[in-house]
């Protein structure tokens, strides 16, 4: 049974550019959430989504951050226009109903130049 | 509002040795989960293990115990027997039962296994 799936690991881009972050939950998981993580810090909560819906989006910023969780296909969470302080590690993470344990993906390391 | 506090921002033990990270949380809920991830420097982040508040027994998962103490709420986690793969930066988490809320991480203390 494969873990939770993250790419691009590492994403390079540069100032105003958008970025695009790709999650597929374990197998059997319907709840996704992302997470940041700033250097030195530990994770904070971004978006928790279900298939199809947004169900806690109160960590995400206000601009220029969506993320989407659609019936086919990975979740994706998407950063327009990034600026140098959205350099940071994104975790993906999922858990099946009915459990409170959250497996992460990889993470994917955004560097904005 | 919801805090987890790890106050040991580094750790440092010899191989074989037990080794007590420490973590206290604040929350005024009744159901809660209390959670261990580990993140080794190749940075993903590895779950280890579980309590929920309403266990009575203190949790414990191969060399990994959480020592559950709900009146001071403090959910330490315990490594038996350290092993120099063990050294990485380790997490306390926290969240509410009702499924679907986000994990509340503290800011995570390092431990370095020396031999």
């Known amino acids: 049974n494969a873990g939770v799936m993250q790419n691009p690991r590492h994403l390079v881009r540069r100032r105003g550019q958008e970025a695009r972050l790709r999650c597929s939950p374990m197998?059997?998981?319907?709840?996704v959430y992302w997470y940041r993580q700033l250097p030195e810090e530990g994770l904070k909560f971004m978006v928790y989504?279900?298939?199809?819906?947004?169900?806690?989006e109160s960590g995400m910023p206000k601009e220029r951050f969506s993320a989407e969780f659609p019936k086919e296909g990975p979740s994706i969470l998407r950063i327009q226009q990034v600026v140098r302080g959205d350099s940071a590690a994104y975790f993906c993470?999922?858990?099946?109903?009915?459990?409170?344990?959250?497996?992460f993906g990889p993470g994917t390391r955004l560097t904005v130049l | 509002a919801q805090k987890i506090t790890q106050t040991q921002p580094g750790m440092f033990v010899q191989e074989k040795e037990a080794v007590t990270l420490d973590c206290t949380y604040d929350?005024?809920?009744?159901?809660?989960?209390l959670f261990w991830y580990k993140q080794p420097s190749s940075g993903e982040m590895i779950f280890l293990i579980y309590?929920?508040?309403?266990?009575?027994q203190n949790a414990t998962e191969g060399r990994y115990s959480l020592n559950f103490q709900k009146a001071r709420k403090s959910a330490n986690l315990v490594i038996s027997a350290s092993q120099l793969g063990d050294s990485a930066m380790y997490f306390c988490?926290?969240?509410?039962?009702?499924?679907?809320?986000?994990?509340?991480f503290g800011k995570g203390t390092t431990l370095s296994v020396s031999s």
């Open positions: 309590q929920g508040s309403y266990d009575e």
């Open positions: 929350t005024s809920d009744q159901s809660y989960g």
């Open positions: 197998k059997g998981h319907s709840h």
């Open positions: 988490a926290m969240r509410h039962i009702w499924a679907g809320t986000a994990l509340i």
């Open positions: 993470a999922s858990s099946p109903t009915g459990s409170d344990t959250q497996y």
């Open positions: 989504l279900q298939k199809e819906n947004i169900i806690d």
